[in-house]
């Protein structure tokens, strides 16, 4: 096993400084400097040291204690993110909840990983009444008191593989899985995503995801490991984001679930002829539109494969080469092996199986699943379940997931997840949820399902599905069958279903049409 300081920059010369000391030492160095904008606003380092020491205190009055779960279901804010530095620096493990959750999927995070304290705000109440969160007091984020200067900051000493965070993550079949994401994974991520994006002192990263989601959790920490800064903002948005980035002076843009798809249907004015964007990093760039692309937002691609069970990052193409995800990081070993454990020739389709020289790179285990942590640990190894072929040059093309889920919008969803709400339905005796292509993004979700009687409107169906799913777990193609080609332990066959849509009943083409004969009754 190689030293940690071989890989990753040695932070004020000690390996031992990870997310938490890092962190609070940059936090006091320099209280007058810019931290990050939130919609325009500048936070410095000033702010943040007293909101983060008030969030402490009142983590003191709720009998908080260090290695406790806290819930947190909350937008892009300043508050959130001062939440999330005072839980990291206070040794309390951050359980992110996906403010698109609802119904069943929203109680089984808060069950599941039974956290003491449960905060979201006002614009959550419809959401969070009805639900049951089990042992969790429910809170919402103390206001903020600019003339309270009385808390002092807590710095308690934090382990390097103590939990930083479990992020639930929907990437297999089955409940979703909750990754203990420890410190040190924490730390690399943020130093992979350094390295990915082609950061450079004085860069300015516009952070549009949302903070429950990996892909915004290992932005926070980079205005701390480099002289950078973020501009932050509560979600993306097309018809915004070209002033936010002239605005912001952004030069890197994280691009998932179709925000490179949408930016290009733009028409060519939304787009100034000058901006400071120079870098565009993430997953999901087809060989045939790379240039195009490049050419048209005036950027450079960098492509990544990963996961949050390998600390976010596993490979990137620093070459350009259209289409790829590149070659394994530096910390990182890669193979590409059969079903029964071989490795496979170049240009053949083989399972990307992980292994790491630096310790600490893979979560520990998976929350309260002893069976999925052995099946993906094996040996030392990571076994990903997910698929690629390497080519003559040695580098990778991602291929596919070998599990029964999607990728919608830039969320992995679980097709288990999906049925077993429909389940419920009371004129559903069976459904069977699967990916189909989309012209925004990796993919749509097509249901197939199977009345027991009469059969139910679709509009009523999906008006149903509404209130019980996350909107990127809604089906937007239906279609029934009579049946199901089942196998001998009663599994639906999904390999057998055909998944052309066009037979099937579109919610969003229903919505166009309805809003095409409202602007016709308001001309008449």
């Known amino acids: 096993m190689h030293r940690y300081s071989e890989f990753f920059p040695q932070r004020h010369d000690h390996d031992a400084l990870d997310c938490a000391p890092l962190l609070a030492l940059n936090l006091q160095a320099a209280p007058s400097r810019e931290v990050l904008r939130f919609d325009g606003g500048v936070i410095t380092c000033a702010e943040s040291v ?25 937008g892009n804010s300043r508050e959130h993110v001062h939440l999330i530095y005072a839980l990291m620096l206070s040794g309390l493990v951050w359980v992110p909840v996906n403010t698109r959750l609802r119904g069943t999927g929203l109680e089984y995070v808060l069950h599941h990983a039974e956290p003491k304290l449960f905060v979201s705000d006002a614009s959550f109440d419809e959401v969070t009444a009805q639900i049951d969160t089990g042992s969790a007091r429910r809170a919402s984020p103390p206001p903020f008191d600019a003339h309270d200067a009385s808390a002092a900051l807590q710095t308690p000493a934090i382990g390097v593989h103590d939990p930083l965070c479990i992020i639930y993550t929907s990437g297999t079949t089955g409940a979703p899985k909750g990754v203990i994401f420890t410190h040190r994974m924490m730390r690399i991520a943020s130093e992979a995503a350094i390295r990915v994006a082609d950061v450079r002192p004085g860069d300015r990263l516009f952070l549009w995801e949302p903070l429950c989601h990996i892909g915004g959790a290992q932005m926070l920490l980079l205005p701390f490991f480099e002289p950078v800064s973020l501009d932050v903002v509560p979600r993306f948005s097309a018809s915004r984001f070209w002033g936010e980035v002239v605005r912001s002076g952004a030069t890197q843009l994280h691009y998932l679930g179709g925000v490179l798809d949408i930016l290009m249907q733009l028409p060519p004015d939304a787009q100034p002829d000058t901006h400071t964007l120079r870098v565009a990093w993430g997953a999901g760039v087809s ?8 050419s048209r937002l005036g950027v ?18 620093a070459t350009g080469k259209p289409g790829s995800i590149g070659r394994a990081l530096p910390w990182i070993d890669l ?10 020739a170049d240009g053949e389709p083989g399972e990307i199986v992980l292994s790491s020289k630096v310790d600490g790179t893979f979560l520990p285990a998976y929350l309260k699943n002893d069976e999925a942590t052995r099946g993906a640990l094996r040996n030392g190894r990571l076994h990903t379940g997910d ?12 291929i596919g997931r070998r599990t029964d889920s999607m990728r919608v919008r830039g969320e992995n969803v679980s097709a288990w997840e999906i049925e077993r709400v429909f389940a419920t339905h009371p004129a559903v005796r069976a459904s069977a949820a699967i990916g189909v292509a989309s012209s925004v993004g990796e993919q749509d979700v097509l249901l197939i399902v199977q009345f027991k009687d009469e059969a ?13 799913l996350a909107s990127f777990q809604l089906p937007r193609y239906y279609r029934a069958v009579d049946r199901f080609e089942l196998t001998a332990s009663e599994r639906i066959k999904k390999h057998l279903l055909p998944n052309d ?3 099937a009943w579109d919610r969003l083409a229903q919505g166009h049409a309805r809003r095409v004969a409202h602007r016709h009754a308001r001309r008449r």
């Open 50 to 74: 007293q909101r983060i020491a008030q969030l402490q205190r009142w983590f003191a009055s709720l009998e908080l204690h260090q290695g406790d779960r806290v819930a947190v279901m909350l």
């Open 287 to 294: 060989a045939s539109a790379w240039h195009g692309i490049e």
């Open 300 to 317: 450079k691609l960098r492509e990544c494969y990963g996961m949050t069970e390998c600390s976010s990052f596993a490979t990137l193409n």
């Open 335 to 344: 193979q590409l092996l059969d079903a029964n454990g071989n490795e496979v």
């Open 387 to 398: 698929h690629a072929r390497r080519d003559a040059d040695g580098d990778l093309y991602f």
């Open 456 to 468: 139910v409107a679709w509009e009523s169906m999906h008006a149903w599905a509404s209130e019980r």
């Open 501 to 503: 849509t066009r037979d």
